[in-house]
Every structure is written in C-alpha cells, then in structure tokens.
C-alpha cells in the first residue's frame, strides 16, 4: 500500500499517493473502499484509504538534451553527442482494483498522473539530466544568480541586444534607492541622465482606478510628493514586487506606466505615450509579471508547492563504450503535463492577451517573466528558463523587431514576384495578431500600437506616413482588411477611427495573404485624389480621432446583399451580391449587427484577372453606405467583397469619379 510505504521511506510511494490524493476526492476515495469485502477491509493498517493504486501502463517523455546546454556551456566546447533523456514519465492508474473484471473497465475513466525529472540547479554539462528542480522562492539566490547570468551573457554575446543600452533615461524613473532597502523609493526626473534602467510590463486589471489607488499613481497634485518618497506599503503588490527585483539584481532604476506618467495630465499621456518605444525598446531589463492578472495580485509568491518531490538515484548502463553512471534526480508531480511550459505560463496568461502588452513584449530586448512557479528568460537572440528548458525559435518576433536598431541595410526587404514591396505584409500579420487582444479602453486601439508604428516606421518606412493603423504608401492594400468572425465584431464605444481603418472595428482582424505567383497581377484602380487631399489623418507621434480620405474610383449603387440562410454564419464572402438583376460578386458586411440590404454601393480598389487562383477569396473590393451626396460623394466602409469570374468586367464601362470615405 502507498501509504505504508511512504512511512516507510520509498519517496516515489511518497510523491505517487500525494498525486493520486490530489487528483481523487474524498468523496470518490470513500465510495471506492466500499467495492471492498469486510475480510479485504480488515487487513489494512486504518480505517480510513491508504493509497490502494493499480497501475496499468507507463508513458515516458523523451527529449534531445542537447537543446538546454546554455551558452555558457557552449563555450566549454564539449565534444557530446545528443543523448535521449527522459524529462517526464506517466502513470496510468485507477485508485482501488474494483470487483470488475479488468478487461471491463472504462479506459477514459483512468487517469494519468506525470512526474517531471530534474536534477540539481547548475547541472553537471556531462550529465544526460538537464532539467532543473525550480526553487521554492522565485528570488531564491539560485535564481538571482542565473538572472544575472542570463543578462551576462546577453550583453557579452549578443549583438542584436546591445543596440540602445546607453541611452537616455525616460522622461521620469523610480529610483528604488540602495539594495538593502534604507530608503524609500521616489520619483526622480531624469533630465537626459544616462544609466541602466528597468521596465515593468503588468496587468493593471479592471476597474483600474480601483485596484490602483491614488496615492500609488502620480497624479498632478501628488506629483512633488512622489520626488520626496514613495512608501513602499501605499504600493500594489505589483510594484513592491518590481522594486524588490531590481534591488535584488543591484540596479537603481525602474520605469512602471503608472507612476512615472502623469494619470491626469492627457498631455503628459500623449507625450510619453508616443515614447513608448524609446521607453521598452532602451531598457536594461524589462520585468514581466506574467502570473498576475491585476496589479494588485503580485509576481513573486509561489503557491503551487505543496507538490513533493523524491530524490531517487537513476543508473547509466554500461557499454562497450562507456563505463556506467550513477545519477541523482528527483521526481516531482506534475497536476498537468504541460501546465507549466512556456506556451501555457507565457503564451497563454492574461497578460499576454492584452492589448498594452503586445508592443512592450515585441519592443523589449530583455525580458524576465515571473510566471506561476517558474522563471522564464528570452531577448532578442535566445531564450531561457528556470528549468533549462529547450529555447525555442523566436517566433512571436518578427525578423524587423529583432533587428530593428539595426542598419536598415541588413534586412531582407525587397519586390516580390509581382512587385509588391513585401515589407507592408509585416504590418499586416503585427496588427491581425494585436486584433486579438483585449483593451480596457476602446479608445487606446491607435495608442496601444503607437510604439510599434513608430519602430516599424524608423526601420522600414521612414518616408511614410501613418494613416489611423496602416501606411499611405500602400494605403489601398490596407484597406482591404477583413473581420475573421463578423457575428463577434462591434464598433468600439470609445475613440471611433474612420470607417476605413481596420482601428474603427473591435474584433479579429486578417489581411488575405498575397498570392505570390506570376501570374497575379495586383492593378489598383483607385488612387488619390492628390498630394494633400486627405486630412487630420494622423501619426504614429499625434492621436487624431477622424479622418477623411478623397480618391478617384470606380464605384455603383447594387440591386441587393443578401444572406443565403443555407451558408451558415461563419462562413465568408457568404453574401450575395446582386446588380443589374444578376449575382456579380460575395462579400461579407465587417459587423453582423449592422448587416443591411438596401442602399449599399461597390467600390472597386483592385482589378481581378481572369482565372486568379487566389479568388474568390481575396477581397478586391468594399462595400459601402452613402452618408450624402455632396460633390464628391461621402461614404462610409461596411463590408468587403470579391467579384465572381463571370463579371469580373462589372467596372469597364464606367468612368472613375470622385469619392470622399469617412
């Protein structure tokens, strides 16, 4: 019996009974003792359930080591090849043998318990184990010391990383004062100081107001009182949490959103808004607090260990080629097998799905996540963990992030195939996945993104102009964008842009992906009207709230659109479109809600050629509603479509006319 057992000393009985006590209730313990007979009952140690398990297979998990031999490892030039190690192994058990005949039993209803195998922290290189056991305190001295070989070796090493470590503090930091905590924090202004600083990048969580109280936000009347002192019990945990951090790591200054901007003063927003590339992408380190879903919960605490862990020796077989070994590992539950990995801790935390922090991960060099229960490292070269995970390949940074305080020279920019200056598809694909974030304020939509049109402008577009979220020279390909799911998509509340931008809907956003094959051809028939006929338009440095752009364009007023109840609802370019009695094209209105059948117009942005195989699922042209009919004409955006082949000619015969889109 486990429990027996585990008295007795086995560890992995131990660690095997907590498991399955963890994964079967009471209740179900209970009612499994009563498929018991009294004489089977009676020979147990107690009364109550002492980890009967029966175990029916064993699952390994096997790995390369060789993806966790850090960079310091590296230099000690070890001719090794990879070997095949186990880093998790899995029971399938059922928590009491039933009277039930085995062959009986419902296999969904056993359950798998994992164990992760680790070794000790800075491993043997040799070693095939390269997992390592996570410390209990996430500023363990285990874990200082790897943060500060992990920056080590990033600002020796990495090129692409150094870019921007002299320059100028932001406009105000929080100087947190000696590393023994002597004194309080405050709020300095830096003056164009040059030194090292840290950024935060947190949840403020919702109502923020609320969960961020007065006196922990520098506001206009508290603003000379915060260069005096910031007390560290006014502060969220969030903040205390950072400050600790950056003692720990033996630096002086940290930059947080909501103390070194000033809350009431919308000047002051928009100016440090507009920097806030300059503020991420010039820091030293930026912390995360990936574990805290508000300001207030903290980043620091650890609360999944009651999970034991067994230390148990595993010995290397001998072989004809290398003598046998004998190694010291520890087995550790694991509630869910890949609970813990960089894409569930990461990946897929609040944090990540929020709208602020989509520029500040793309912008930072370095950063530090404090996730549940693990550290995780990753800059613009590598990544890390406090486990040694494998890095994987960068893929939530784009080619241009990783470079972006480069020569603009080195990166691979160029026409494709067609002609299609590919540099724009960047854009496209950054703000189709920031479309998929959350915001507080409907009217941060353009903000939020401010840092990253600035950097995007710096290294690829220097001579553009930013149009509420896409760019002038290749504005009519921004504005053949789509909403993914349009029966979710509304209008945000708050800030409303142009109808034209992708920023005027809240909701999923894509960009059709260009067909790159000779034979496609991508003729725009629209252009504008001239040099200055588009107006308060915006850039990535000024918040504009309208816009108003006048091109020259073919376009017609449709019978009909439809909605076919046989398409389903989900399904795309589901409209019928009719004119002159006939179905010439299939769009979809961008929102569900303002779905309408009458007075709608078709404009056409570009010429689809005959047999196109990326058609008909490429828009080619939008979908309109006449605000007046003013000279020009005014219009609103409400959809997109695509002409079906047959009526691809729908525009020949008419003559291009001025049109004005709000």
């Not at 100087?175 to 840290?198: C, E, F, H, K, M």
């Not at 508000?294 to 290397?316: H, K, M, Q």
Request: charged residues 20%.
């Amino acid at each position: 019996m486990l429990g027996t057992s585990a008295i007795n000393g086995c560890g992995i009985c131990k660690v095997l009974k907590d498991a399955v006590s963890h994964v079967y209730s009471e209740a179900e313990i209970a009612k499994a003792e009563k498929d018991y007979d009294a004489s089977i009952q009676s020979t147990w140690p107690t009364t109550t359930w002492n980890g009967i398990v029966e175990i029916y297979s064993f699952q390994f998990v096997m790995e390369d080591n060789h993806g966790r031999i850090s960079d310091l490892d590296n230099d000690l030039d070890l001719k090794r090849k990879p070997t095949k190690v186990v880093q998790q192994i899995g029971f399938q058990i059922w928590p009491y043998p039933p009277r039930r005949q085995h062959e009986d039993l419902d296999r969904r209803s056993r359950t798998m318990i994992w164990f992760n195998i680790y070794t000790a922290p800075r491993p043997d290189p040799m070693s095939p184990f390269q997992q390592v056991l996570p410390s209990r305190e996430a500023l363990s001295s285990v874990n200082v010391a790897a943060i500060v070989e992990w920056l080590s070796v990033c600002e020796k090493k990495h090129a692409n990383c150094r870019q921007n470590d002299q320059q100028s503090l932001p406009t105000r930091v929080i100087d947190v004062g000696p590393a023994d905590g002597s004194q309080d924090p405050r709020l300095i202004i830096t003056n164009g100081q040059i030194a090292p600083y840290v950024a935060l990048s947190h949840c403020w969580g919702r109502p923020s107001e609320s969960l961020i109280p007065k006196n922990a936000r520098t506001l206009s009347a508290n603003l000379e009182s915060m260069i005096k002192a910031i007390f560290m019990d006014s502060l969220p945990q969030n903040f205390q949490d950072a400050v600790v951090v950056v003692r720990a790591l033996s630096l002086r200054y940290l930059w947080i959103d909501a103390l070194c901007i000033i809350q009431d003063s919308e000047r002051d927003w928009e100016i440090e808004a507009s920097r806030m590339n300059d503020v991420y992408s010039s820091a030293y380190l930026t912390l995360v607090a990936t574990s805290a879903s508000s300001s207030i919960d903290g980043f620091l605490a650890r609360s999944e260990w009651p999970w034991s862990t067994a230390n148990v020796l595993f010995y290397e077989k001998a072989s004809s080629n290398a003598p046998g070994a004998t190694y010291s590992v520890w087995l550790r539950y694991q509630p869910d097998a890949s609970n813990y990995s960089r894409e569930v801790s990461v990946d897929q935390s609040t944090w990540n799905s929020r709208g602020w922090t989509y520029q500040e991960r793309l912008l930072s060099k370095r950063i530090l996540h404090f996730a549940s229960g693990r550290l995780f490292w990753e800059c613009r070269t590598t990544e890390g963990s406090e486990e040694n995970e494998p890095p994987r390949q960068l893929t939530y940074r784009s080619q241009w992030m990783a470079t972006e305080s480069s020569n603009v020279q080195t990166l691979t920019v160029y026409p494709d195939e067609t002609g299609y200056d590919n540099r724009y598809e960047q854009w496209y694909r950054l703000v189709s996945d920031y479309s998929k974030r959350q915001l507080s304020y409907d009217k941060d939509i353009l903000i939020a993104l401010k840092g990253l049109a600035n950097a995007f402008q710096r290294v690829y577009t220097p001579e553009d102009i930013y149009l509420f979220g896409v760019w002038r020279n290749d504005l009519f390909r921004g504005l053949l964008w789509m909403t993914k799911d349009s029966s979710l998509a509304v209008r945000p509340s708050q800030g409303r842009c142009p109808s034209w931008s992708w920023a005027s809907v809240k909701g999923e956003l894509e960009w059709p992906s260009r067909n790159t094959a000779r034979h496609c051809h991508y003729n725009y028939t629209v252009k504008i009207a001239g040099p200055e006929q588009y107006r308060t338009l915006g850039n990535p440095g000024t918040i504009a709230t309208s816009g108003t752009i006048i091109m020259e364009g073919k376009y017609l007023r449709l019978d009909t659109v439809t909605e076919p109840p046989e398409w389903g609802a989900l399904l795309r370019f589901r409209l019928d479109i009719v004119s002159g009695g006939q179905l010439v094209a299939n769009g979809a209105f961008d929102i569900d809600s303002e779905i309408q059948s009458d007075d709608v117009w078709i404009l056409q942005i570009e010429v689809q050629g005959p047999g196109d195989s990326r058609f008909p699922y490429h828009p080619t042209c939008l979908l309109l509603k006449q605000v007046n009919g003013g000279v020009p004409c005014t219009f609103s955006r409400v959809g997109y479509c695509a002409l079906n082949e047959d009526h691809i000619q729908l525009f020949d015969s008419i003559d291009p006319r001025m049109i004005q889109l709000i």
